[in-house]
């Protein structure tokens, strides 16, 4: 199963490097990532596999939101299907 995590805020070192860390943290595997910047603001978006053995999708939201606090950015997870289906024309 893949999730999708978008980072936005600021930009500013070590984004990429936190938001992977905390990735690693919970045994997600990153396969894919795109990054920019507009100006001073950041965007990231990465698709990630999701461990086998399965994963507590309200913690894995709190650990990347609290992560995302110390990294002064907003970091949000959801299922691959939802990001999906939200962002289909």
Known sequence: MHAIITTTGQDRVGI???VADAAAQRHLNIVDVSQTLMDDFFTMIMRVSLPESGVDMGELKAHLATVGE???????IQSEDLFTAMNEI
Not at 70 to 76: A, N
């Open 16 to 18: 990429i490097a936190g």
């Open 70 to 76: 110390k990294l002064g950015v907003v970091i949000r």
